[in-house]
């Protein structure tokens, strides 16, 4: 349950900030996601998470410099 509290939070963090670029695909995945989570069911949450992965690299990409050191790039998250 650790995990699922975990992805939540991030979950919630991540939609708190997209949702101040106006970026509502990102936060509706976000929204399922941390349901999800919320309900325990996160081996129910790959097509949530992909999705949040696809939005938050297109996001990252397109707001960081580019010239951005690889260090930066946003990591998997894997549920299990």
Known sequence: MGDARAVSRIADRIKEKVGQLGER???TS???LEEKATLGLLS??????HEVELRSRDIF???APQ??????????????
């Open 25 to 27: 695909r990102l936060v």
């Open 30 to 32: 976000c929204n399922r």
């Open 44 to 49: 129910d949450g790959h097509d949530e998470l």
């Open 61 to 63: 990409c397109t707001l």
């Open 67 to 80: 010239e951005s050191s690889p260090s930066l790039q946003p990591s998997r998250i894997a549920l299990t």
